[in-house]
């Protein structure tokens, strides 16, 4: 095996890799985004994520691990859209926000 081999299969690896690592993650944030939610008692919309951003950081043990940003979209009252935000560090949720919204009663 030469070296172009080589270097082709290890690059192939890592894709194969960084997508199926991306979307394990991406069904964590879809499942942090959906209970967050069920505790606000609004509607999660659409039923899924969006990718937004992807950085490396250094998580607390100091490995380098890559944050990934995903938004959601959630309504108090079905007639609009509002927006969410889950912040994954690694396959850990470091954050879930939500836009403010009017509270129904």
Known sequence: ???????FLLLL?????FWLSSIRV???ARSAGREAC?????QFLDDTVAS???SLVRDA?????LRRTYRFEFSETGNSRIEGRVVMQGES???VTMDPYLVVT
Not at 1 to 7: A, G, K, V
Not at 38 to 42: D, L, M
Not at 61 to 65: L, Q
């Open 93 to 95: 949720v470091e954050s």
């Open 13 to 17: 690896a890592g894709g194969v890799w």
């Open 26 to 28: 991406l069904e964590l």
């Open 38 to 42: 069920i505790r606000a008692n609004v």
């Open 52 to 54: 937004i951003g992807v």
């Open 61 to 65: 043990f100091g490995r380098r691990v």
């Open 1 to 7: 095996m030469d070296s172009t081999s080589l270097i």
